[in-house]
């Protein structure tokens, strides 16, 4: 699973460019889903220089960039461990221990912010974009963790990703939520708050739970 | 039934060095032939209707044309020993940028050295900013494919024959400007194939001198 999301083709190019269009030939009579990035000539971006530091010409075809791998697999991993937990107990607890787990939350999203987004999103400057096409490992765990964000906000009365601190990782969060896939396997906005607030409810009085007929 | 293998070649063309160096290191006997430029064979002009130019390889009747294309015919068709390219993709993608970046360059830049009146110093500096980025991209390395002489080697050996020409025209030490590339020519000039493919310098700036006087820069 690892390996088959992480064979990322990704092609730098122009719409206009007939040596663009090429490629994108080429990639789409061999199937093969690959991530588009528009550069503007006159304003080349750091990324495709860096690539092409001889002729600092597109088209550039970019496959498997192991450095940029091992920076998705960072991240990915940095919020499997560092926010899953900590998600929970937000919505599991109340009260001080509550307001902590949830000051930890916004500390590691700010992280993110600020040093992961450069990193995942290497290729288009930092700017989150995602399609069903780019989708990476990151996407799919931040997805699963962070996606009914709005769903917890709503139950716990919390501003969990709040678009004026963290408004890389708020547009982020729903530019994966406006992918085809996500939407498609996403329950309904109801189902989602009924659930919170049972698993809420049953975290936050056991006791009381088992004492009911 | 046997090979029939004829290359059509002119002695000073740094083309037609890199595929007798090809054809050497996969030791395959071939009937060479000169060619007068200003008189061209029917057979070249036969052969190789598109361009009319040397080096043209024919291997059982059949014409392959432009040198960095029979560097990989020649590869692909004697499989057996010396491998010219890498087998992995990306590093026979890399390979081919570099020989591709020596044909776009090299060439055109280092003909303005000596068949264009009043712009031999300028050329001569564009030259060797092109020499020093392919010695950067060099670097430590043996060869340009690291531990095996190949394709990029071969694309760019050829105009080493022809750095005493640029020297003295252009007024440039191509030897002093990038010694890291002369002493990677010098380790090349050891191989048989290349030593053989490569004529004299002195014989190379003799022909110029020549041709610069009937072009009427002299």
């Given at each position: 699973?690892d390996?088959?999301?992480?064979?990322?083709v990704?092609?730098?190019?122009?719409?206009?460019?007939p040596?663009?269009?090429r490629?994108?030939?080429a990639?789409?009579?061999?199937?093969i889903?690959y991530q588009?990035v528009?550069e503007?000539?006159?304003n080349k971006?750091q990324t495709?220089?860096?690539?092409n530091?001889v002729h600092?010409?597109?088209?550039?075809?970019?496959h498997?960039?192991p450095?940029r791998?091992?920076?998705?697999?960072?991240?990915a991993n940095?919020?499997?461990?560092h926010?899953?937990?900590?998600?929970?107990?937000?919505?599991?607890?109340e009260?001080?221990?509550?307001?902590?787990a949830?000051?930890e939350?916004?500390?590691?999203l700010?992280?993110?912010?600020?040093?992961?987004?450069?990193?995942i999103?290497?290729?288009?400057?930092?700017?989150?974009?995602?399609t069903?096409?780019?989708?990476?490992?990151?996407?799919i765990?931040?997805?699963?963790?962070?996606?009914?964000?709005?769903?917890?906000?709503e139950?716990?009365?919390l501003?969990?990703?709040?678009?004026e601190?963290?408004?890389?990782v708020?547009?982020w969060i729903?530019?994966i939520n406006?992918?085809?896939?996500?939407?498609d396997?996403?329950?309904?906005?109801?189902?989602?708050?009924?659930i919170?607030?049972?698993?809420?409810?049953?975290?936050?009085?056991p006791?009381?739970?088992t004492y009911?007929s | 039934?046997?090979?029939e293998?004829?290359?059509l070649d002119?002695?000073a063309?740094?083309?037609?060095?890199?595929?007798?160096i090809?054809?050497?290191?996969?030791?395959?006997?071939y009937?060479?032939?000169e060619e007068?430029?200003?008189?061209?064979s029917?057979?070249?002009?036969e052969?190789?209707?598109?361009?009319e130019?040397?080096p043209?390889?024919?291997?059982n009747?059949?014409?392959?044309c432009?040198?960095?294309?029979?560097?990989?015919?020649?590869?692909?068709t004697w499989?057996?020993?010396?491998?010219?390219?890498?087998t992995?993709p990306?590093?026979?993608?890399h390979?081919k940028?570099?020989?591709?970046f020596?044909d776009?360059?090299?060439?055109?830049?280092?003909?303005?050295?000596?068949?264009?009146?009043g712009?031999?110093?300028?050329a001569?500096?564009?030259?060797?900013?092109?020499l020093?980025?392919?010695?950067?991209e060099?670097?430590d390395?043996k060869?340009?494919?690291?531990?095996?002489?190949?394709?990029?080697?071969?694309?760019l050996?050829?105009f080493?024959?022809?750095?005493?020409?640029?020297?003295?025209?252009?007024n440039?030490?191509i030897?002093?400007?990038c010694?890291?590339?002369?002493?990677?020519?010098?380790r090349c000039?050891?191989r048989e194939?290349?030593?053989k493919?490569?004529?004299?310098?002195?014989?190379?700036?003799?022909?110029?001198?020549?041709?610069?006087?009937k072009?009427?820069?002299?």
């Open positions: 699973m390996e088959e999301v992480e064979n990322k990704i092609l730098h190019g122009s719409f206009a460019s040596y663009s269009k490629i994108e030939l990639l789409r009579l061999k199937s889903p588009f528009q503007d000539l006159q971006s495709l220089l860096r690539y530091p600092k010409k597109i088209p550039v075809l970019v498997n960039d450095y791998r091992s920076k998705v697999r960072f991240w940095y919020i499997q461990l926010l899953y937990d900590l998600v929970i107990k937000v919505v599991k607890s009260g001080e221990e509550q307001k902590k949830l000051t939350v916004k500390e590691k700010s992280v993110i912010e600020k040093e992961g987004l450069k990193e999103f290497s290729d288009t400057d930092g700017e989150p974009t995602v069903n096409e780019t989708m990476s490992l990151v996407d765990v931040m997805c699963t963790l962070l996606s009914p964000y709005k769903a917890h906000e139950v716990l009365g501003k969990i990703i709040d678009p601190i963290v408004p890389g708020y547009g729903n530019a406006e992918t085809s896939v996500v939407k396997l996403s329950p309904p906005y109801e189902q989602i708050l009924e919170l607030r049972a698993f809420r409810q049953m975290s936050l009085s006791v009381l739970e009911q | 039934m046997a090979d293998v004829i290359l002119f002695w063309s740094m083309f037609g060095m890199r595929t007798k090809a054809l050497a290191e996969k030791r395959v006997k009937d060479h032939r007068d430029l200003w008189n061209k029917s057979l070249l002009l052969m190789n209707p598109i361009h130019k040397i043209v390889l024919i291997h009747g059949k014409p392959v432009e040198s960095l294309i029979q560097i990989e015919y020649i590869d692909e499989p057996d020993n010396n491998p010219l390219l890498p992995d990306y590093k026979r993608a390979a940028f570099w020989a591709d020596i776009k360059k090299v060439n055109v830049t280092a003909r303005r050295i000596w068949a264009v009146k712009e031999e110093q300028e001569a500096k564009e030259l060797i900013e092109i020093k980025t392919l010695e950067s060099l670097g390395k060869y340009f494919g690291d531990e095996t002489f190949g394709y990029v080697d071969i694309a050996i050829g080493h024959s022809w750095f005493a020409v640029y020297e003295k025209f252009g440039v030490s030897e002093s400007e010694s890291k590339l002369v002493a990677w020519a010098k000039l050891e194939s290349v030593a493919a490569l004529p004299e310098s002195e014989k190379v700036i003799t022909f110029i001198s020549e041709r610069r006087k072009l009427g820069l002299e």
